[in-house]
């Protein structure tokens, strides 16, 4: 069964490899359309991270997407890539710590 948008963000602290961001200050905002979406924040600052429901001024990164299909992307049925190009999923901002992103979390 697909998880929630909100389990995912409350799964992230579990997940993050903090020695992989040890030297990264980013912050990720995410902005989720349609039933169970809602704008999320993710922050690193030296290594720490701080996840929450709402916004941050200024964020490195924008993600914006439909809640449906970002649960699709992050439970890897969904290549991003492809989201992107279709316009499912969009990216705004330092496309590099866009990319970085993923390695930040173990699957």
């Known amino acids: 069964m697909a998880r929630s948008v909100k ?33 999320w ?8 991270l701080e996840v929450g429901e709402g916004e941050r001024e200024k964020p490195d990164v924008v993600m914006t997407a ?5 649960v699709e992307i992050a439970e890897g049925r969904a290549n991003p890539m492809l989201a992107m190009v279709t316009g499912k ?12 992103l993923q390695q930040l979390f173990k699957r």
């Open 7 to 39: 389990e995912y963000f409350e799964a992230m602290p579990a997940a993050f490899q903090k020695e992989v961001a040890a030297k990264l200050n980013a912050t990720y905002q995410f902005d989720l359309g349609g039933e169970g979406g809602g704008k």
């Open 41 to 48: 924040f993710v922050q690193i600052r030296d290594g720490a």
């Open 66 to 70: 439909l809640a449906t299909d970002y």
């Open 89 to 100: 999923f969009k990216i705004s901002g330092n496309l590099g710590l866009a990319m970085k």
